[in-house]
Structure formats: structure tokens, C-alpha cells
């Protein structure tokens, strides 16, 4: 069975500074998913990572992956308040049950001034 | 374009009682999946449709939970005998095609059962 574990569950973060979550994973995957939920609201994509080194950037946050670590990292930078959401990362098997992803607990994130 | 829908976005029922949750998926998408979010907790597979094949039921807890997509559209995930564990936000998503597409997550329906 697929497991995966973020780290940190919660992060309280001041605004400006960089912070890392982290995301192991415990099988072989090339797959790898970013998700952000804001409260009450539904998962929103926020990155797919598809390959060993792959990189993805957007605005303040950058996702990269190494699958021989099985680790992946959502790098945030100059922390702003409207980043405050819960990040989830999900992966995906190799093998004919890819469709089936495994969350993490996911962090959530508050941005204080 | 519109997103996942689902309905009802709330639902109280009491313990016993069969509950019906829709999900209508993204125009085109043929992939549709459900997962439950406890509290607390990360996302749990629950069935998968892709097109006409056999869903994967794998996922669904009891034999007290069915799904059904009618059409390769519109899915409905039935609870019979609702039990207070079953409170929970069940999400639908839906994909474009293949399982490595990026699955879209449609609001949710948040069941409370007293």
C-alpha cells in the first residue's frame, strides 16, 4: 500500500520568509500532485510533477521531485497572507491502479504579518 | 467552462437513513472519481469510473456504499443505513481521459449524521 506523509501538518508562517513542506512517499511513483484547498472549498491543482528532477513554478510557490528520494517539495517564497490554505500533495502508483492516488494529511499554512 | 458540480452541498440525515449523493462532471471528462475527507484527515480513494469499463469498487468501505454513473456522465454514491462514522465531505473529481490526466475536484458534499 502507497503511504504518504507531509511534513509539517501545520505551519505558521510570517510573511516574507521562505518555508518548505515536504512529501514522502513510501512505493516507487512517477506521479506526484500538488493540491491547495482553501477552507470549505474544494481541492484546486496547483502542480504535476511527472519526472525525476521535474521543477514547476508558478507566482511564489515552486514544487519539485526526486523519485529516487520518493520525496517531493512545495518551496514557498516571501510568504504572503492569501497563500494561508491547506496543501495537500498526492501520488500516484506505478502500474495498472494509476488512476488511484494516495493523499497526504496535508499542512496546513497561515501567514501572519 | 463549468467545473465538477455536486449535490446536495449539505446533507443532515439520521442515523438509518439512505442518503444520495450526485456528482456531475466536467463536460467530455470520461474519468469520474469519489474520494471521503474526515475530519482531520487526508483524502480516501473510495471508486473510480473510467468510460464504460467495470469500476474499480476497491475503495468503498462497506457493502452499505454503491455508485452508479449513468451514461458515462452524471454519478450517484448511495449510503444505505447511514452510521454516525459516515460523516464526512465526499468529493467528487473527474479527469479527462487517461488516469494520468489531472483530476478536477468538484466542491463537495459535507453529510453530517446525527
Known amino acids: 500500500e502507497l503511504k504518504v506523509e507531509q511534513n509539517p501538518l501545520f505551519l505558521s508562517m510570517q510573511e516574507g520568509k521562505n518555508y518548505t513542506i515536504y512529501c514522502n512517499y513510501s512505493?516507487?511513483?512517477?506521479?506526484l500532485y500538488w493540491y491547495r484547498q482553501d477552507p470549505g472549498k474544494s481541492l484546486e491543482s496547483l502542480f504535476v510533477?511527472?519526472?525525476?528532477?521535474a521543477v514547476k513554478q508558478e507566482g511564489r510557490l515552486m514544487a519539485s521531485l526526486d523519485t529516487k528520494a520518493r520525496l517531493s517539495t512545495l518551496h514557498i517564497t516571501a510568504a504572503v497572507h492569501d497563500l494561508s490554505a491547506t496543501y495537500f500533495c498526492?501520488?500516484?502508483?506505478?502500474?495498472?491502479?494509476?488512476?488511484?492516488?494516495?493523499f497526504g494529511a496535508g499542512t496546513t499554512v497561515t501567514v501572519r504579518a | 467552462g463549468a467545473g465538477v458540480s455536486q449535490s446536495p452541498s449539505n446533507k443532515v440525515t439520521e442515523k438509518g437513513k439512505d442518503v444520495e449523493l450526485r456528482c456531475d462532471p466536467i463536460?467530455?471528462?470520461?474519468?469520474l472519481y469519489w474520494y471521503r475527507q474526515s475530519l482531520g484527515q487526508g483524502l480516501e480513494f473510495l471508486i473510480y469510473?473510467?468510460?464504460?469499463?467495470?469500476?474499480?469498487k476497491s475503495g468503498l468501505p462497506s457493502d452499505r456504499f454503491s455508485a452508479e454513473r449513468t451514461g458515462g456522465s452524471v454519478s450517484t454514491l448511495t449510503i444505505q443505513r447511514t452510521q454516525q462514522e459516515d460523516s464526512a465531505v465526499y468529493l467528487c473529481?473527474?479527469?479527462?481521459?487517461?488516469?494520468?490526466?489531472?483530476?478536477?475536484f468538484g466542491p463537495g458534499t459535507r453529510l453530517t449524521v446525527l
Open positions: 473529481a473527474s479527469s479527462a481521459g487517461g488516469p494520468t490526466d489531472t483530476q478536477y
Open positions: 512505493t516507487t511513483s512517477d506521479r
Open positions: 510533477l511527472l519526472s525525476n528532477g
Open positions: 498526492a501520488v500516484a502508483p506505478r502500474g495498472s491502479n494509476d488512476y488511484k492516488l494516495s
Open positions: 463536460s467530455g471528462h470520461t474519468a
Open positions: 469510473f473510467q468510460g464504460n469499463s467495470a469500476p474499480d
